[in-house]
């Protein structure tokens, strides 16, 4: 039997190379984006622990009782600690956050890296030994400063240079003293890292005379363990010691598990690949075996089994599925070697390539296991047809029909399904997406069974279009379309599956770009925005005043005040200036005016005033603190509870001051007249200047509010989409071997058809409105199936995502369904250019 198995794959491989290419590439998918995910999480964590091992222990302060930011740790502990037997050296550690400008001013480094850090010099040669200095030295003086190599590179720096920094406060220009490199916990890939001396440092990031941690490195001969233990014993309250090797472990851990997300979403979309490829896996077979059912009715009246026989089947797809998955397993780990020297950054760092045995082995037995199971079935349908009556051709496949068993479980699991889908939708709670997963696997499931029912009323409803636009081609293409159901709905469900995918993010990723566009840049009607680029960074009145000298603006900033009693409610109200706000801010007001911010009454977002039940005209009491006093509400106005920029309370800047002094300044807000250039380079140049040319804080126009706002939902859609691509590629693989197969069993009629009189060109056509038809089904149903489900996903983030809706990207949603109808035309070309060269003499005279 196995004999038998490989001299028919032999026989068949072009046939079957197709189906081999699928499962590659599906395995390929799995293999890769396994590998990949594990080697950026093993570099991750072997970089987020780099340099731990260089201390032995490591001292810091327990968070505050109160949920307060720490004080820190008086700096005259590490010379005590230093004394304690088998301390080598004690370094203290005093970290913050640096912008640093390059030669035009524009800031350094990834957005969410910028570290400042202190040049803790000591020992006898009053070095760091967390820094490796490739030249220069270390900062000495208070107007000096390090860089890392990577950033000064960029910024087209050398020793010597002047450099703009910010930290928050004011930014000054420094000389630069060296060029270093450190230890990947404190330097991450992409990142900027500035050294300061320690008093300028505590100046900058804490306080004169603390410090945040202080590591120890240990003698020869004294473990890490025990030097803990000596130094708890003479720490202060609130102060305890960690190993250097337990922080590595951690930080190591939280840096894996950050890749896991990752991870997850590709293994996903490689499962999904599969999915895909198993229907032309089960495809390929069921033609193969529609093909050889003479050989196998001859094999059974020679005296095999039936079981022999399925045994002969099974074991042709454990030959195909073994080979193609060991070919994709190695293909796929090539990719991902070349992903991570190609991608290597911050997100994740290039390291040796982690290849293990059970990644490996599991995805070439997935891949093996996906082609023997789909093929089980053909196997199985095959051997129900009596030996006689195969080897006489009088059994031919059962039509899909209303009545058939497979059209009624398709119908039940497709009710089901959606009626899962509705309820995860509309009331399963805190579990809904959950449901609908589960839903949707069953609907999705159904509707693949009922899709041989839907492709003759949906061919037929199509068939006037193809009669006016190819009247002999459009009617031959119809027929051979609807001959067999079957294969024709099995050819399109790939395609359903990958546009169900696509659409379905397209509908969701609209509907949400939608209303993050409404929740920000729809409130957003200045020119410039301004806010802090790093995380010591806070904006000051004086940053607005300063923005407000800009010739030609109005500015208003946004000063947040919490811990505020509106009416016995807990509320936080934003200072704003009443003579710009409406210029900056767009208000769409229900009720009232905004006029009266500035007779000192407040204006209140709709959903604020419906919950709390307030109305304009109404007075309220306000309390905060020791401070209490009555206000009127004087407007309504339409807000979305999670706007980054409307506030739920507005009030005016002087209201707010008589109850807090030091309010938070959330953003600046800047609107250009025209008539003194409106917004370009020179008011950006100018409003840049006014704010001190300081890299800690961030003037973004429009565009770049929008991108910050709202950009990062198109780029996961990007992603998306690109891993989508591999399942739209195997569904081409899937048309190109339908077609091909569909051409050999049919060279009779084509050779007559030929002789009758019809062309090469117009045996082409015919070819590629099959495939055109076979397309239009997958991508019509798998759109419709998309659409669903995007409502689905999207109407569960009502209940936390006020003011979200539904939005159909009817641009989006054409685009994929004209890519799948172009990648069905290009996957009829091989097969059409078969068509076409069949020999008219040969094909009328077989038997």
Sequence with gaps: MFRTALRNVLAHKARLLMTALAVVLGVAFAAGSLVYSQTRSGAAAEQAAAGYDRIAVNVGVDAAPDGGAPTGLDERLASRLARVPGVAHAANRVDGSAAVADRTGRLLGDDDAHRGSNYAASGADRTDAAYRFTAGRGPAHADEIALDAATARQGGYRVGDRVRVGTGQAAATYRLSGLFRSDGHRLTDGGTLTLFTTRTAQRLFATPGRVQSIELTARSGTSAPELAERVERLLPKGASAATGATLGRIQANLASGDQDTMGQILLGFSLVALFVAAFLISNTFTMLIGRRTRELALLRLLGASGRQVRRVLLAESVLVGSAASAFGVAVGTGVAAALNQLLGTAAGPAGPLVLSPATLFGTFLLGTATTVVAAWLPARRAMAIAPVAALTGSESPAPATARSPRTAVGAVLTAVGVLVVVYGALGAGIDARTVIALGTLLAVIGVLGLIPLLARPFVAALRPLLLRLSPVQGVLATRNTTRDPRRTGATAAALTVALALASGLSVLGASASHYLERATTHDFTADYLVKPAVDSARLTPANTKAAARTPGTRVSGLTQSTAYRLDGRPAVLTGVDPATVSRLLRYDLTSGSLDTLARGQIAVADYKAKEAGWHVGQTLSVRRGGTSGKVTVGAVYRADPQSNLLPSITAADSLVAR????????????????????????????????????????????????????????????????????????????????????????????????????TRAQVTRMIRWEALLVGALGATVGTVLGIFLGWALGHTLQDTVSGYTLVLPWARLATAIALALTTTLLASIWPAHKASRVPIAEATSAS
Aim: hydrophobic content about 45%.
């Design 659 to 758: 109850y807090d002094k030091t309010p938070h300044t959330h953003v600046i807000l800047v609107a250009t007249d025209r008539t003194h250039g409106g917004a370009g380079p020179a008011t950006y140049s100018a409003l840049t200047h006014a704010l001190g040319d300081d890299p800690a804080l961030s003037v973004l126009d429009r565009r770049a509010v929008e991108a910050e706002y709202s950009g990062d939902i198109g780029d996961q859609l990007t992603v998306f989409y690109a891993l989508l691509t591999m399942a739209a590629v195997i569904a081409g693989l899937g048309v190109t071997n339908t077609l091909a197969l569909s051409v050999l069993e049919r060279q009779k009629e084509i050779g007559t058809l030929r002789a009758v009189g019809l």
